[in-house]
């Protein structure tokens, strides 16, 4: 389930704890029933590539072809709509009237930020929620992703909310204290508290903000349990226990993750990957996931990130005061340290990443390859890899272009990842093979 989307800041690092602590991949049930392919044993990666891609229906095909190019509208409509709830903020003087209403109520600046942020984070996400509804609900189901009912959904999407109003307010509390006291070099220090802000996110968010959402219980098939649990021995992953997380209530996705750091390690894996996956498959997965946390990718992305919000806080700092003494006396905006300024902080932002869709998903997808490789060579299950990977193509483009790869995907396309199973496979003998049910 994704947290419901309040504004692009927030947005930004949630989506960095979904990509630095776990990937989670989806595909429904039926696509578990899909063929072999019939492949010759002498066959040449780039042909067996090619047979487990035609075991895919063309129906089928179409679908996640379908699902996958909306998405591409997508990124630029939730940019769109987040820009103009942003401007309607601002010209209508609503973040004015916010920071007014908390100036009256007290004269402390921390708890004016509170009051501040919470009604901002009601409104935008209210504004916003025609959009989030059709993408993350009625989409969903229509191409068999989501299992929710209305209600729970809902449910769900307002305790996300709170999580939304307090992770923003205490960001803010750290932002604008640094916005007033270092103007010059504001960009400077509001690139530390983000970078800080993400690594406490990193702590927080598997171990207490997750099972707000879902419950974690022990997995109890020993066999599975001891095959997952000598992968991370191997890996020098430090835990003992393996995690079983109730998601088919919410979705068909399946995903699993290694987070944690400090004591807080944990491994879990959602209840669809168990009932829809073979041995095999569940192994390249947490394979997989396992190389995230042994390669270090969460402090990676985060190093990746500073320095993408360094360049997009320097350049806030120069548009900002341009926009006010353009728009200020206008939207009631008195300068950067201004908490009605806000919006436009976010505005700004948001078109910042949107420019950088290319550049971030080209980031993150050399990370998940990086885990791919990892996880191949630790579970060495190179069928059970192209088994999963035509599954994740229920949903993802399995043969896009090279462009739409380059722009679109923050993971490797079905093919690549294939391909890379077979390549392997053609120099690894022996190596553990999918066996057909």
Known sequence: MKPLVVCSI?????????????????SPA????????????????????????DTVPPDKRAKSDAYFEGGYWLILWNFLVNAAVMLFLLNSRISAKLRDFAERCTRFK????IIY????????????S??????????????????????????????????????????????????????????????????????????IFPVFVEPIFNKYTPLEDPPLRESILSLARANQIPVDKVFVVDASRQTTRVSANVSGFLGTTRIALNDNLLNQCTLPEIRQVMGHEMGHYVLNHGMKLTIYLT???????????????????????????????????????????????????PVI????????????????????????????ALKLGTYRKLDPTPLEEIFFFDHPS?????????????????????TAP
């Not at 039926?30 to 891609?53: C, E, F, K, V």
């Not at 005061?321 to 902080?345: C, H, N, S, T």
Request: proline fraction near 6%.
């Open 10 to 26: 927030i947005a930004s690092f949630f989506f960095t704890l979904s990509l630095s602590a776990h990937a989670q991949e989806s």
């Open 130 to 203: 025609p959009l989030t509804v059709y993408e993350h609900f009625f989409r969903e189901h229509k191409y068999g992703l989501a299992t929710q009912t209305f209600g729970p959904w809902l449910g769900e999407q307002f305790k996300a909310l709170l999580l939304g109003m307090i992770g923003l307010s205490i960001l803010l509390m750290l932002l604008y204290p640094v916005f007033r006291r270092a103007p010059r070099t504001c960009w400077i220090w509001a690139t530390i508290v983000v970078t800080v802000f993400q690594l406490a996110a990193l702590f």
């Open 30 to 53: 039926p696509t578990a029933s899909l063929p072999l392919p019939s492949i010759a044993p002498d066959a040449d990666p780039a042909t067996a590539t090619r047979a487990w891609l």
């Open 307 to 357: 320095l993408i919000f360094l360049v997009g806080f320097a350049l806030i700092r120069v548009l900002f005061e341009a926009a006010v003494r353009r728009w200020g006396e206008q939207w009631g905006v008195r300068g950067l340290a201004d908490l009605a300024g806000f919006p436009l902080i976010v505005l700004l932002l948001s078109a910042y990443i949107f420019l950088l869709t």
């Open 110 to 113: 921390a708890i004016q930020t």
């Open 414 to 434: 079905g093919r690549a990842r294939i391909r890379m199973a077979m390549d392997w496979k053609a120099a690894h003998v022996p190596c553990g093979s999918e």
């Open 361 to 388: 998903n080209s980031a993150v997808r050399v990370t998940e390859a990086e885990a791919d490789i990892f996880g191949i060579n630790a579970a060495r299950e190179p069928d059970g890899f192209a088994k999963v």
């Open 117 to 128: 942020a919470i009604p901002f984070v009601a409104i935008a996400a209210l504004l916003q």
